[in-house]
């Protein structure tokens, strides 16, 4: 597409990707139209949560990591100027068996790209995190990270771009009826109905339990001041603290079952919270009991390998796929923006990873996990 003309591009998606990708294009000087069936950031839309983890622990998967840096700069950015309170900066914290693979190459690649880490003993977290039960696990700490206000994040970029000439309305968009415009379809767990023979079996929607615990009264030690986000590797328990006490949050990241994210029913199963529960005893004795205050069931768009959709149609020259953001991709939503505007505008290298061609048939839930 040539830049130098404005040309008009339709975003059919306002979640975190959709929104993103609106904020980019426009930055480049085109004419954008954004368009969301449900309104940005809705309690069916996977960027529809109170809060996400920021972190740039990713392993050996340093692209991401660069990512996590360069998109909490845009955040803070954006932030910044429309006065919205939209990061935590409470820290992030992996728990970890001793010689954990994962937690090995975090290391390296923070030191390689200067994130600043502190790797804790058993002894070291007890002492400095006492809301953790340590029961020998060790910790990389990323003073860094954080949580952001995911919504809330989302609908006020949505806010910003209506106020300052990106053309915002309710719709829901049918692939047929714009055949010939460009269009990006950012539609998130959505895109595999859309694309049914194209992507059915390479984007698996699939339902995630969202449990909130009530905090201790009179106590601000599980709050965002006193502890960080955390993610418990050998269990795969995550959680993020009482932010704008809505409560302690904790989720499993283990792929539930597939959905539909329109018409799924979004109460949590009891046997959710009954293992949750015994979870929370043994690693935060002191919410053992804690009531149960709030739930959400929110879903995930696995990929095969957990890499994002950021490609071009393969048999339509204007049409363009983003999603897939495999349970982690809330954090990089300024970067994905900024890499699919880079795609249609013709002016950013492709990078593989985000193609249609690395995304593998994953509907027999083979999808991998986020961590
Ligand atoms: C429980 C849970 C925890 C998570 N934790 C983290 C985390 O800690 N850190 C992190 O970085 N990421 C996390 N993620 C992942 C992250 O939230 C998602 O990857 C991200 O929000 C996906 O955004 P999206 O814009 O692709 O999709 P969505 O937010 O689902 O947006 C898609 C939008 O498209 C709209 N739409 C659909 N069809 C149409 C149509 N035909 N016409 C118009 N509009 C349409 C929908 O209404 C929706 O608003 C988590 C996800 C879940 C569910």
């Known amino acids: 597409m040539p830049t130098g003309s404005r040309a008009e591009v339709t975003v059919a998606g306002a979640g975190v990707f959709g929104a993103w990708i609106a904020w980019h294009l426009h930055h480049a000087g085109l004419r954008v139209a954004l368009v969301d069936a449900y309104g940005p950031a809705n309690s069916r839309a996977s960027s529809g949560g109170e809060s996400r983890i920021l972190r740039m622990a990713y392993g050996a998967r340093e692209h991401y990591t660069r990512w996590s840096v360069r998109s909490l700069q845009l955040w803070r950015e954006f932030a910044a100027l429309s006065g919205e309170e939209i990061f935590v900066p409470c820290g992030a914290l992996w728990l970890h068996p001793p010689d954990d693979v994962f937690a090995a190459q975090t290391v390296k690649a923070f030191q390689a790209h200067g994130v600043r880490y502190e790797a804790m003993a058993p002894d070291v977290l007890a002492e400095r995190f006492p809301q953790f039960a340590a029961r020998g696990s060790h910790a990389v700490y990323e003073p860094h990270a954080g949580a952001l206000l995911a919504r809330r994040s989302v609908q006020a970029l949505v806010r910003w771009l209506a106020a300052n000439g990106v053309r915002y309305e309710q719709r829901r968009v049918n692939p047929r009826e714009l055949d010939g415009e460009t269009v990006v379809y950012a539609c ?3 895109l595999p109905r859309l694309f049914p023979e194209l992507l059915g079996n390479r984007i698996v929607a699939t339902r995630q339990e969202v449990l909130f615990f009530g905090v201790p009264p009179g ?8 502890m960080p986000c955390w993610v418990d590797v050998e269990s795969q328990y995550y959680g993020i603290p009482d932010l704008e006490s809505r409560g302690f949050k904790i989720a499993h990241d283990v792929r ?17 919270v ?3 529960r015994d979870y929370l005893a ?3 004795p002191a919410l053992a009991g804690a009531p149960l205050v709030e739930t959400r069931v929110c879903q ?3 990929t095969s390998n957990g890499d994002y959709l950021l490609d071009r149609h393969p048999d339509k020259e204007r049409v363009w796929l983003a999603g897939g953001g495999s349970g ?3 954090k990089h939503g300024p970067m994905a923006g ?3 505007a880079g795609q249609i505008m013709g002016s950013m290298p492709v990078d593989a990873r985000f193609g249609l061609a690395a995304k593998l048939d994953c509907s027999d839930g083979a999808a991998s996990s986020s961590l």
């Open 338 to 340: 900024k890499y699919m």
């Open 219 to 226: 106590s601000s030690s599980f709050g965002p001041q006193s």
């Open 256 to 272: 539930g079952v597939a959905i539909d994210p329109d018409t799924e029913n979004r109460s949590v199963s009891r046997e959710a």
């Open 274 to 276: 009954e293992k949750v």
């Open 282 to 284: 043994a690693r935060f």
């Open 188 to 190: 998130g767990p959505w």
């Open 328 to 330: 982690h991709g809330f």
């Open 300 to 302: 995930y768009e696995n």
